[in-house]
């Protein structure tokens, strides 16, 4: 009866170790996205240049550029910074499939043009600071086209992503052109 008597008293202290521990735990597994960030935009931010794309090789196992690389699909990526003022991004999208897609660096996306099946469309889009609409006398800006479309970035820096669709590796070499052919450049004043 005294060992029953012990254990019941026992009972608040191992509620409160197991409360304890639960709340570590739980607190460990928010926090450590937030202090160790380690995903794919930091990655390619490290290692891509600014304001230019780069084409990546295509995927093989094990040898994955980005997370979820698509065997069949051809990318091109840009790293921006818009700090130091707008950034001018063109390309052309052939044919259905192709995408430009403009990602924050936490990896939402805030502009995206996908191609469209009655003809190729070129874009061309001026990627401003946010918060910033008029940004004073531009002498560059001359040389942009009447629809050239203007977008905030919700963030100072991200990336510009180009996928595109391979139909066979007849077609390579006419990918790998119409994506360096694509430009992402600073905007002068």
């Not at 709340?23 to 794919?40: E, G, K, N, Q």
């Not at 600014?50 to 979820?68: E, G, M, N, T, W």
């Not at 818009?82 to 999208?93: C, E, F, Q, S, Y």
């Amino acid at each position: 009866m005294s060992f029953i008597l012990r254990w019941l008293r026992r009972w608040p202290v191992f509620f409160a170790a197991l409360a304890a521990a639960g709340i570590v735990h739980i607190c460990t597994v928010f926090a450590v996205p937030l202090v160790y960030r380690s995903d794919a935009v930091l990655r390619l931010q490290r290692t891509l240049p600014l304001h230019s794309f780069v084409i990546l090789p295509p995927a093989k196992p094990r040898a994955q550029v980005i997370p979820y690389q698509l065997p069949d699909t051809r990318y091109a990526i840009c790293r921006f910074d818009v700090r130091d003022g707008p950034i001018v991004v063109k390309a052309v999208l052939p044919e259905p499939g192709w995408t430009l897609t403009a990602y924050a660096p936490g990896g939402e996306s805030f502009y995206s043009m996908p191609a469209s099946e009655q003809r190729r469309i070129a874009v061309s889009i001026l990627v401003l600071p946010g918060g910033e609409r008029f940004l004073g006398p531009m002498y560059d800006a001359r040389s942009l086209e009447i629809e050239t479309s203007q977008v905030i970035a919700p963030a100072r820096t991200g990336l510009i992503v180009i996928q595109a669709p391979m139909k066979g590796r007849t077609y390579a070499a006419e990918v790998e052109q119409a994506l360096a052919q694509a430009s992402c450049r600073k905007l002068t004043f």
